[in-house]
């Protein structure tokens, strides 16, 4: 299982293999930690593996092999609660602090068809937003907004 990877405030790319033969790369997920980490701050934690299998599958079942742009995973606790200051519409005890979350777009696919398709597979909660053109997917219990 390999997924792409594009960091919308980075810039930085990763195309990583996280998982051969239903074993985990424990290499991989180490970058994908750092990678996904936050960025305003430097911090990063354990990334839910079942959050890049429910991306890899959501994104199967579109079809593709593209890129997800990244626009938010793990939030620090000092960026989520500035974040919640400027009032973005941030959960206080949001799944991005517990490394079980992800904003997301998928490259060659509209956001509209991420979100469907992630609500399809019923793995987790799954936000539109439609104004910042990007879809959230955590691995909590399946809700949606």
Excluded at 60 to 80: H, M, Q
């Amino acid at each position: 299982r390999s997924l792409s990877f594009y960091h919308t405030h980075t810039k930085k790319t990763l195309d990583v293999t996280f998982s051969v033969g239903g074993e985990s790369v424990e290499s991989a997920l180490a970058e994908v930690n750092h990678f996904l980490g936050d960025f305003r701050t430097g911090d990063a934690i354990v990334i839910d593996p079942a959050l890049l299998d429910l991306i890899y599958d959501v994104r199967a079942s579109l079809g593709s092999n593209d890129t997800f742009e990244v626009i938010s995973a793990y939030r620090s606790p000092e960026t989520n609660e500035m974040l919640r200051n400027l009032g973005r519409g941030v959960a206080k005890k949001s799944q991005h602090l517990v490394g079980k979350a992800i904003d997301v777009r998928l490259r060659n696919t509209d956001s509209v068809d991420l979100r469907d398709a992630a609500i399809k597979i019923k793995r987790g909660g799954v936000g539109y937003y439609k104004k910042s053109d990007f879809v959230h997917i955590d691995t909590a219990r399946v809700r949606r907004w």
